[in-house]
């Protein structure tokens, strides 16, 4: 063992629910494997893993780096608040990143972009769009038989994980990130502050007791964003990628996904009354822009009036 | 005073109003997000028929200090040597052309990418004040008069941002920010590799400097210790004032020739824009989208012209990074 270890500046804490394979690409591309111009001990990734029939487990889970911690947890309630809490708490760097759906994987400049997003401003919040793979969004696609096959199939076509930009030209924004890169969105699958940030938000909010934790991440990206003297950095030229897994709102069938959004949607209206708007927030752009970026530059700019 | 961060080099000659204007744009209060200490503006005129009001640099806020000198010749490259002595900063901004007035974001996202990184080249897209670019200026009827009116209309001492409601794109980067630049004329970089790329080279002689400024955007942006940032929502504009290729004047095709020459004698190969991948850093403000909008219009035709002809949109960048390769396996 080493006697001198060097803290980690960025923690990732990253939660794993019944989708082991998909969890495993998304690990991949937060090794130092794929991410760009970083080594292991810049940063470290947490990998909270709630129980259940389809496990990721410690091995699949540490394969691709040695700066991967993994939990494997009991968790009586069907919402990763608790676990993305705990997973937080284990963190050693002095920034965190909650990444609460386990199935986005990354493009390869997330981790060296909000490192230097840091640099520029310790109290930053960094953030990047979500995507979704494939052509359509997956809760439409899953209706026209989408599917775990398919995806696959579109993922050999870019020969993932070689470019991993090339992700874009199998993606569309996903449905929380319509609203394109000029404005804040209502969430975001990478969010990332300071470790005294995170402190002063009291971290998920715990109520959120429903399916996938129904709105707690939007929840926790406004607070952060209204969070006083928090300037909001957009790494517009990298993004999360939803890979199909059968989650609950983006891989369940129609009419099963309205009552279950029903209920979530009730559940967060108890919690924060009519107070739900996206954060009223323009984002500082930070990034370099892959070729493959420029059609959803195109797409964004049409989402905004000049101001 | 403490050492500044930064140190910004401005040449004057023969344009005094817009000189000041400049400079306005440069000082503490125009300027957001950052600290009058922070930096200080070293304004270096050659001396002409119509010199600056010094005492009009003194009341600016903020960190200027004017040195008038006389230039036996007509090219600003001394002045831009001698500026550059006076620069307490180990990091400068270089404006060649003092004409150029800048949005208020410059500076605080100047200081944001060196903060990232000791090699920031920060460089700022040059727009043209007018609706046409000022070298055709007669053809368009346009004047001075004409232009400090649109500047009035705008109020662009509180408005600095609708400075790119009255411009257009300039002849140096006339595609955009995703494509390369000829040259910036509003570029920051570390005074080590202002150093290392043999500072201004006096050797360009010709009006203006001829060809200087190209040679030293190149010769920067090849740097092996600079890293390029592009702000995307901020510019640079230029003011009319009887420039040498920024005018209509005759010959200047002839002119053009003549400093291309000098250029190809000078960086002894021709020249070619530096394929450099710039990291984009900054707010977009409303007026600057139409801008960006262009710019993705015609990166999308560059990506699809690369790809025809098999060609790496960032060449430069790329041979950059395997140089740094070869340099850290030695």
């Known amino acids: 063992m080493a006697f001198f270890q060097r803290r980690p500046r ?46 990721l487990g410690s091995e699949r889970a540490t394969r691709h780096a040695g700066n991967v911690r993994y939990f494997h947890r009991q968790e009586t309630q069907r919402t990763p608040v608790h676990a993305i809490n705990f997973g937080a708490a284990q963190a050693k760097g002095g920034h965190v990143a909650i990444m609460i759906d386990g199935a986005r994987m990354l493009t390869p400049g997330v981790v060296k972009l909000a490192l230097d997003a840091f640099k520029i401003a310790p109290e930053a919040a ?16 899953v209706n026209e038989g989408y599917d775990e096959a398919a995806e696959a199939e579109l993922l050999g076509s870019i020969a993932w994980p070689q470019d991993g930009y090339r992700l874009y030209d199998i993606a569309v924004l996903s449905g929380s990130c319509q609203g394109g890169f000029f404005q804040a969105n209502h969430e975001s699958n990478f ?40 300037p909001f950095y957009l790494l517009f030229g990298e993004g999360s990628f939803h890979q199909f897994h059968g989650g609950v709102t983006t891989g369940t069938r129609k009419a099963e996904r309205d009552v279950i959004y029903k209920q979530l949607d009730d559940q967060d209206r108890a919690f924060r009354g009519d107070n739900r708007t996206p954060p009223n927030v323009r984002p500082i752009l930070f990034g370099a822009p892959h070729p493959s970026v420029y059609r959803f530059i195109r797409y964004s700019l049409d989402k905004v009036q000049p101001q | 005073m403490s050492r500044p961060l930064l140190s910004i080099i401005v040449i004057v000659y023969d344009m005094p109003r817009q000189a000041l204007n400049t400079l306005y744009s440069l000082s503490p209060g125009y300027q ?5 200490e922070d930096y200080e503006v070293i304004v270096v005129e050659n001396r002409s028929q119509r010199n600056m009001d010094a ?73 043209h004040l007018g609706e046409h670019e000022q070298q055709f200026h007669l053809s368009s009827g346009y004047t001075e008069a004409r232009e400090q009116q649109m500047l009035e209309d705008i109020d662009w001492r509180h408005n600095g941002y609708r400075l790119f409601q009255i411009s257009c794109l300039s002849g140096a980067n006339p595609n955009g920010i995703f494509h390369p630049f000829m040259e910036c004329n509003c570029l920051f970089m570390d005074a080590d590799v202002f150093r290392g790329i043999g500072q201004a080279d006096e050797r360009f002689d010709l009006p203006g400097g001829g ?28 003011q009319l004032h009887g420039g040498v290729t920024t005018s209509e004047v005759e010959h200047r095709q002839a002119i053009l020739d003549r400093q291309r020459d000098q250029l190809t004698e000078l960086l002894g ?28 219009a015609r990166g999308l035709h560059r990506v699809q012209r690369c790809k025809e002809r098999n060609e790496d949109m960032y060449a430069d960048e790329h041979e950059k990074e395997r140089n740094r390769q070869r340099a850290l396996e030695y």
């Open chain 1, 126 to 141: 960094v953030s990047v769009p979500g995507f979704h793979i494939g052509h359509k969004l997956q809760q439409v696609a």
């Open chain 2, 55 to 127: 005492e009009a640099i003194a009341r600016l806020p903020g960190n200027f200090r004017y040195f008038l000198r006389d230039e036996p010749g007509v090219s600003p490259a001394a002045a831009i040597n001698f500026a550059f002595a006076q620069c307490r900063a180990p990091f400068i901004g270089l404006m060649i052309d003092g004409a150029r007035m800048v949005t208020p974001g410059l500076l605080q996202y100047t200081l944001m990418a060196r903060k990232i990184t000791d090699e920031a080249l920060v460089v700022v897209p040059g727009y």
């Open chain 1, 191 to 230: 969010i990332a502050m300071s470790q005294k940030k995170w402190k002063a938000l009291g971290g998920m909010d715990p109520r959120y007791n429903d399916f996938g934790g129904g709105n707690a991440n939007l929840d926790l990206y406004k607070r952060l964003l209204e969070f006083p003297d928090t």
């Open chain 1, 10 to 55: 960025l923690s990732i804490v990253v939660i794993v629910y019944k989708m082991p394979d998909q969890a495993e690409k998304t690990l991949y591309s937060l090794s130092p494997l794929y991410q760009q111009g970083v080594s292991e001990r810049d940063y470290e990734v947490i990998v909270v893993e709630n129980h259940s029939d389809r496990l």
């Open chain 2, 32 to 36: 957001q997000g950052v600290d009058a």
């Open chain 2, 211 to 238: 060809a200087l400024n190209l040679a030293i955007y190149r010769k920067a942006a090849m740097h092996p210790r600079t890293r390029s940032f592009m702000l995307a929502g901020e510019g640079s504009f230029h």
């Open chain 2, 269 to 296: 190969e021709l020249f070619r824009s530096p394929t450099v991948e710039p990291i984009l850093l900054g707010k977009i403000p409303g007026p600057a989208m139409r801008y960006l909008e262009h710019s993705v």
